[in-house]
């Protein structure tokens, strides 16, 4: 274990090795209106690897609603022990697709889950497609984390569900090979503070229930993540730990953060109202110790970072548990 000041804003971290992105592994999925592309990064060395699903969002840029996202957290979670599976979901920008007369579009809100279930149900199928790294991985040990649109993805995989009643379709999309789940910025219950133009463009919103997320979750969000384009309630983006069952829920408020935690979605993103790499820094660390003392009994990183979190001088964030 090291610490880490300038990938890990000074918590706690194993050591970095370099890692290999291997893109894309394509698998042809019936009545799918695309093929699903999956990108794969993974330490070049290391053995019991766990599996990160990681679900992009909705956003506007052109690349980063893709699996050529997330480049600052994907890329250290991968250098830290990780296999980072990031598919591009039929919503992506790059896709064409959001106009297009076809179900669930613009956000395609339930295909983003049954992406997730394909990726499972041909796992072995995607780390084959990338030298040097059959063997090496514990298929047992997945988790996913997703941002905005990918955080309600994230959700369903968990248990939250879309109860709108004139859609006939199965509400139970979670998955019990999903173990743990990082929420970030994910969208919340509509209430009396929701939006007109939210309820508008995207419906389904209206039907958000976290009632049945019963899987473990951290859900992460920020105290100036505020758009009254969705709600005029600041606590709206943290409704999947407020309004899901206990026992296994901790929320991570970073302070001062607003949608895009400091710019996790790539690279100097220009949609970055925030930037802070101190803030990206702490984020992935924050992530990476709870996702391993998650899928790894006894592992303490999580507690470590939490003590680390607490004895900083200056705030960064809080944590909250239920």
Do not use: C
Not at 129 to 140: K, N, Q, S, Y
Not at 149 to 157: D, F, N, R
């Amino acid at each position: 274990m090291s610490t880490s000041y300038a990938d890990a804003a000074g918590f706690p971290v194993s050591d970095p090795t370099p890692i290999v992105s291997y893109s894309p592994v394509t698998l042809e999925v019936p009545d799918r209106p695309v093929p699903l592309e999956i990108k794969v990064s993974a330490p070049v060395t290391g053995t019991d690897l766990p599996v990160m699903l990681l679900s992009h969002g909705h956003g506007m840029a052109n690349f980063i609603s893709s699996l050529r996202g997330y480049g600052p957290v994907a890329d250290f979670w991968a250098a830290h022990g990780f296999v980072v599976v990031q598919p591009t979901h039929l919503d992506s920008t790059v896709l064409g697709l959001r106009d297009q007369d076809l179900p669930d579009a613009p956000l395609f809100w339930r295909d983003r889950a049954v992406d997730m279930h394909v990726v499972l149900d041909h796992l072995e199928e995607v780390l084959a497609a990338v030298p040097g790294l059959p063997g090496r991985v514990d298929t047992e040990k997945v988790a996913a984390v997703g941002h905005s649109a990918g955080g309600h993805t994230v959700s369903l995989l968990l248990g939250s569900r879309v109860t709108d009643p004139n859609d006939p379709r199965e509400k139970d999309l979670s998955d019990p090979r999903v173990k743990a789940g990082v929420v970030i910025g994910g969208p919340g219950v509509a209430d009396e503070h929701f939006s007109p133009w939210a309820a508008e463009h995207y419906p389904m919103m209206k039907h958000i229930d976290f009632g049945q997320m019963t899987g473990a979750a951290l859900v992460i969000a920020g105290d100036e993540d505020l758009n009254p384009h969705f709600s005029s309630r600041l606590s709206y983006r943290w409704d999947a730990y407020t309004h899901s069952p206990g026992g296994n829920k901790t929320l991570l408020t970073f302070l001062g953060a607003q949608h895009l935690f400091g710019g996790i979605s790539g690279y100097d993103a220009a949609e970055t109202s925030d930037e802070n790499p101190e803030r990206v820094a702490a984020l992935r660390a924050l992530v990476w110790a709870y996702l391993r003392s998650r899928l790894f009994p006894g592992d303490t990183s999580w507690d470590i970072a939490v003590k680390a979190l607490e004895s900083r001088k200056t705030p960064l964030a809080k944590v909250e548990t239920k």
